[in-house]
């Protein structure tokens, strides 16, 4: 059995050094974006079911936590003047709808609820069109 593991590492190690492990790590880094992009859906999702219940603090949780989002590394996955600008625009609309809840005012946090996922959208649709250009 130790012997097994031994030779398992070895193997490793071996595989590691000829370099057969870096599409893994690729693809390693591409899950953590994956999770990380996935987050925002959650949060969103949570602000929907907090304008549903009038559940205030939820909403002002959530999309507070998607501004953060905007703001971290891992968001930067573009260096474009119009990535940067889509993302200020997505992060204006976070605001307004965290304001809105701090106020108690579901009608204007469902309104930017609304124009924040018009930012996911209009986002999403620029990305594509970059992945495609660059295929
Ligand atoms: C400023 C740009 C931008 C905005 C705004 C934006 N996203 Fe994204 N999103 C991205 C990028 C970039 C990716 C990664 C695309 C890729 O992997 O090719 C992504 C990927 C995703 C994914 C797929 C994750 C996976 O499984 O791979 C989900 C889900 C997602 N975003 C949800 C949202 C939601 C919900 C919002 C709005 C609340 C939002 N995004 C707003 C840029 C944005």
Same mark, same amino acid.
Request: charged share 25%.
């Given at each position: *059995? ?9 193997? #490793?190690?071996?595989?590691? +050094? ?6 893994? #790590? &690729? ?8 999770? @990380?992009?996935?987050?925002? =859906? ?9 304008? #549903? $219940? ?11 936590? +998607? $501004?953060?989002?905007?703001?971290? $590394? ?5 260096? $474009?003047?119009? /990535? %940067?600008?889509?993302?200020? &625009? @997505? ?5 307004? =709808? %965290? ?9 204007? #946090?469902? =309104?930017? /609820?609304?124009? *924040? ?10 990305? !594509?069109?970059?992945? *495609?250009? !660059?295929?």
């Amino acid at each position: *059995m130790k012997r097994l593991s031994v030779i398992l590492l070895v193997a #490793a190690s071996i595989t590691g +050094l000829l370099g057969v492990s870096s599409p893994r #790590a &690729a693809d390693d880094q591409a899950d953590d974006v994956g999770t @990380f992009m996935r987050a925002k =859906l959650e949060h969103s999702k949570n602000v929907l079911e907090g304008l #549903a $219940t009038e559940n205030f603090d939820l909403i002002a949780k959530d999309s507070q936590q +998607l $501004t953060l989002l905007s703001l971290d $590394t891992d968001w930067q996955v573009l260096q $474009t003047p119009e /990535y %940067t600008q889509l993302s200020l &625009a @997505f992060r204006k609309t976070s605001q307004t =709808l %965290t304001d809105a809840a701090k106020k108690k005012n579901l009608d204007g #946090a469902t =309104l930017a /609820y609304v124009e *924040m996922t018009l930012k996911c959208v209009e986002c999403h649709k620029y990305v !594509r069109s970059v992945e *495609m250009t !660059r295929l």
